[in-house]
């Protein structure tokens, strides 16, 4: 049987504030409500002159502003402060279990965790144990290594999905809690719901833990050997900037003259996560629609149809579309106006895999074709990206304008799609709305 280590998680040591109010101490994650001001407004409003995690994170509605390297400089400052000034309890060597209800009815449960970044890997095809789910895109990372790098603290909005069908792991360590005293318990901020936290610590729960990790490695282990243990569900570009900063700072102690040795228990090696079954029923996959504006539409579908070998039909009315996207995890809907006339189109195919991966590529492919194809680039077709059913169909009713149905995420292929064709498009799934995306709560020490 393997050790945690070897198979890729290590027991951090959690920092937690003292006296912890978790109405103004927890924040949402920072690349939400991006173009919402007013919400970050409130969330400074409820954090107040109370130490907050609002003030150790730079949330990415202000990266326009102008004003980044100070604000990276305050937040730096405020790390140092909260450390030296003893805003935290003494540092707590444990694993955090903990249960999450949102204000939609859900209760989402994960478990806290480090990693060890030398076993993660986001390029397309890798065999780490953990890896990306989604393209990631190179340029995102440089502008948040600059908040990384030298940070005193770390704290986490990166979730990782593990495939556990017998959820061994994150739901058998809420079975071993179940009569302990929480490490917290209380209300979240601006709509986010409630949280409990309970520590994992002793000798006992570790080794139930480990035991758990190797049967789910075991389930998980493809023919060449290589574990697909997890995958990236949210944070995946915070998670790639980790690996980056680690990279580059494990190249400068090596050429200080630091051994292999040396690296192995430094700080910056790791990152702090948060593990969730994806079959945790409080876990919703969300599709992401698409519109494409000025587009062919008879051409798209035709397209997409032959590339596909799918069928195509006309359905009646918004419902009977909806309904019959929503009953399948392989169907397509389009909705636009053909002379005037409302038409909504029902793509049907067999695609065994997360229908996502086979209908962007050739998306792509034809928005690429007609761009090149077009003189004047005012008249060049866009897509843009939108969340609910409600929004396709108000804007598939403009005119030159197709919205698309995309079908609902299945669970049971999710690893599998990423396994043998790679990290999925972009804004391919949506994990939960915004409001149940993770909050900053536990902290890490990271630069010394």
């Known amino acids: 049987m393997k050790s945690i280590s070897e198979l890729g998680l290590r027991v951090p040591e959690i920092l937690l504030p003292k006296n912890i109010d978790l109405k103004s101490w927890s924040v949402i994650a920072c690349d939400q409500y991006t173009q919402d001001r007013d919400y970050w407004k409130k969330a400074a409003e409820a954090a107040g002159t109370k130490p907050s995690t609002l003030n150790l994170i730079l949330p990415e509605v202000y990266l326009g502003d102008g004003d980044k390297a100070e604000r990276i400089q305050a937040i730096r400052k405020t790390m140092k402060e909260y450390l030296e000034s003893g805003v935290f309890d003494q540092?707590?060597?444990?694993?955090?279990?903990?249960?999450?209800?949102?204000?939609?009815?859900?209760?989402?449960?994960?478990?806290?965790?480090?990693?060890?970044?030398?076993?993660?890997?986001?390029?397309?095809?890798?065999?780490?144990?953990?890896?990306?789910?989604?393209?990631?895109?190179?340029?995102?990372?440089?502008?948040?290594?600059?908040?990384?790098k030298g940070a005193p603290l770390e704290l986490p909005h990166i979730m990782l999905l593990v495939n556990d069908k017998d959820d061994l792991l994150v739901g058998g360590a809420g079975k071993i809690v179940k009569?302990?005293?929480?490490?917290?318990?209380?209300?979240?901020?601006?709509?986010?719901?409630?949280?409990?936290?309970?520590?994992?610590?002793?000798?006992?729960?570790?080794?139930?833990?480990?035991?758990?990790?190797?049967?789910?490695?075991?389930?998980?282990?493809?023919?060449?050997?290589?574990?697909?243990?997890?995958?990236?569900?949210?944070?995946?570009?915070?998670?790639?900037?980790?690996?980056?900063?680690?990279?580059?700072?494990?190249?400068?102690?090596?050429?200080?003259?630091?051994?292999?040795?040396?690296?192995?228990?430094?700080?910056?090696?790791?990152?702090?996560?948060?593990?969730?079954?994806?079959?945790?029923?409080?876990?919703?996959?969300?599709?992401?629609?698409?519109?494409?504006?000025?587009?062919?539409?008879?051409?798209?579908?035709?397209?997409?149809?032959?590339?596909?070998?799918?069928?195509?039909?006309?359905?009646?009315?918004?419902?009977?579309?909806?309904?019959?996207?929503?009953?399948?995890?392989?169907?397509?809907?389009?909705?636009?106006?053909?002379?005037?006339?409302?038409?909504?189109?029902?793509?049907?195919?067999?695609?065994?895999e997360l229908a996502v991966s086979r209908f962007q590529p050739l998306?792509?492919?034809?928005?690429?074709?007609?761009?090149?194809?077009?003189?004047?680039?005012?008249?060049?077709?866009?897509?843009?990206y939108i969340h609910g059913s409600e929004e396709v169909f108000r804007l598939g009713a403009q005119e030159n304008t197709v919205a698309i149905l995309l079908p609902p995420i299945a669970k049971d292929s999710f690893f599998e799609t990423i396994n043998g064709r790679g990290p999925l498009p972009r804004k391919s799934f949506s994990m939960g709305e915004a409001d149940e995306k993770r909050f900053y709560l536990e902290c890490r020490k990271l630069f010394g």
């Open 179 to 352: 009569d302990k005293n929480p490490l917290y318990q209380g209300q979240l901020m601006c709509n986010g719901g409630s949280i409990t936290g309970w520590a994992l610590e002793s000798q006992s729960d570790l080794d139930y833990l480990t035991g758990a990790l190797n049967k789910i490695a075991d389930a998980n282990r493809a023919a060449d050997g290589s574990t697909f243990l997890f995958a990236v569900g949210d944070g995946n570009h915070s998670l790639a900037t980790a690996k980056a900063v680690w990279d580059e700072y494990k190249a400068e102690l090596l050429a200080g003259g630091a051994s292999v040795e040396d690296l192995k228990e430094n700080p910056v090696r790791f990152a702090l996560i948060e593990i969730v079954n994806i079959y945790d029923s409080g876990l919703t996959f969300e599709p992401i629609h698409r519109v494409i504006f000025k587009a062919d539409v008879d051409a798209l579908i035709k397209k997409l149809a032959g590339e596909l070998s799918g069928a195509v039909s006309e359905l009646e009315s918004a419902e009977k579309l909806e309904s019959a996207v929503k009953a399948s995890h392989a169907d397509f809907g389009f909705v636009y106006k053909e002379n005037g006339v409302q038409k909504y189109k029902l793509l049907h195919t067999d695609i065994k």
């Open 91 to 148: 540092a707590r060597k444990a694993f955090v279990y903990i249960e999450r209800k949102t204000a939609f009815g859900r209760t989402r449960k994960g478990l806290v965790a480090q990693i060890d970044l030398e076993t993660y890997e986001w390029k397309p095809f890798s065999k780490a144990n953990i890896r990306a789910t989604e393209a990631t895109i190179v340029d995102r990372i440089p502008p948040r290594k600059e908040i990384r």
């Open 363 to 384: 998306v792509d492919e034809f928005l690429k074709a007609a761009c090149s194809a077009c003189q004047d680039a005012s008249k060049a077709p866009e897509i843009d």
